[in-house]
């Protein structure tokens, strides 16, 4: 578990400390915010605050950047899409192998909306993740009734995915040392060979967890933590915090 909590440097940051509660209902109140709004100032907003925070926090900038990096290809193609297929104003147009490719400029209003609004939605998302370990959002998602099965399953996954990424380290490091992605065809039969390694593994690692669980006196259910009192302090700062950027987002 260490490859994914190894750059969690804020611990002294107060948004660490503050309780994963009120965190989730802040996020979860911004993000309403962002998808809903249909301009360009609060979503950018959210996203610039977002990413200084991770970045007070310690967070690198090269794990911040690869953390963003589907988000924003995918935002890239959404503003190409709307800007070749969407709308009537033509904005500039460029003839390519026997055909005209026009730019339009609804297209690209609307691209771009949809791309902040995806920017500000992620990096509300990210900086939930820096500031909060796993085990504490799963229990603030409890406490907020969200089904124990759902969360059981989710601390299973998250638990032995980190199994899993180590097993498969150990067989792509040996296949390397023997060559096995010399080449082409030799890299794509090694990499089927451990796609096949890790199924195996995978339940292997299912059987045996369940059978020491079980003589463990697993029933079902997973005792979740227990929640220490709220704080007025910190009720008092996340309300006031998304009262305020709920007259932002009104404005």
Known sequence: MHHFSRYRHGADHPLTRLDPRLKLFSALALLSMVISCKG???PLL????????????GVPLRL???????????????????????????????HVLGLDIIGHREGLVDGLRIA????????????????????DLMGALAWFRVPRTIIEIA????????????DAQVVYHAQ?????????????????????ALV???????????????????DGTMPL???????????????LFVLTMGIIWRM
């Not at 390397?176 to 096949?196: D, E, I, P, Q, V």
């Open 40 to 42: 360009f100032a609060f």
């Open 46 to 57: 959210a996203a610039v605050m977002c990413g200084g925070l991770c970045i007070g926090m």
């Open 64 to 94: 911040l950047m690869l953390r963003f990096a589907e988000p924003l290809f995918i935002a890239v193609m959404v503003v190409l899409l709307k800007l070749f297929f969407v709308g009537e104003v033509p904005l500039f147009s460029v």
């Open 116 to 135: 902040v609004r995806i920017s500000g939605a992620v990096s509300l998302v990210a900086l939930l993740g820096f500031s909060t370990s796993f085990t």
């Open 155 to 166: 601390m299973f996954a998250w638990r032995y995915l980190f199994v899993l990424l180590e």
């Open 176 to 196: 390397k040392n023997r060559l096995g992605y010399a080449g082409y065809r030799r890299g794509l039969r090694s990499f089927g060979t451990l796609a096949g």
């Open 200 to 218: 195996i593994k995978a339940f292997d690692n299912s059987q045996n967890i369940t059978t020491a669980m079980v003589q463990r006196g697993y």
């Open 225 to 239: 933590m227990r929640h220490r009192p709220f704080r007025p302090g910190e009720v008092i700062f996340s309300l």
